[in-house]
């Protein structure tokens, strides 16, 4: 299972950037997707994640800012990034919850990461 990441990049404080992320290989079903950022210095964090069943759980220094959304088709997540802040300054991970058989347990898988700057 692969996951490609794409949509970092430099942008102003205030901002918006989209994050995309698909998720390909032997894929029997995706649970959980979303998005995990790790600041300069600092451990990796939770930023936004979708169940399967459509719950979303969001760190609460984006909320209000941010928004995640799937598509189930394509096994692909998205993360809308609006009102952007220095302190969003990070290196953004995909993530995916996956089964690749009926009987296994999800397993995790990652991206490659996207780098997201935000200047002031």
């Known amino acids: 299972v692969q996951l490609q990441a794409s949509g970092g990049g430099l942008v102003q404080a205030g901002g918006s950037l989209r994050l995309s992320c698909a998720a390909s290989?032997?894929?029997?079903?995706?649970?959980?997707m979303g998005w995990y950022r790790q600041p300069p210095g600092a451990q990796r964090e939770l930023v936004a994640r979708?169940?399967?069943?459509?719950?979303?759980t969001y760190a609460d220094s984006v909320k209000g800012r941010f928004t995640i959304s799937r598509d189930y088709a394509k096994n692909a997540v998205y993360l809308q990034m609006a009102s952007l802040k220095p302190e969003d300054t990070a290196i953004y991970y995909c993530n995916a919850a996956v089964r690749t058989r009926l009987a296994d347990t999800p397993r995790d898988y990652w991206g490659q990461g996207t780098l997201v700057t935000v200047s002031s």
């Open positions: 290989g032997r894929i029997f079903i995706v649970n959980a």
């Open positions: 979708e169940t399967s069943g459509g719950s979303t």
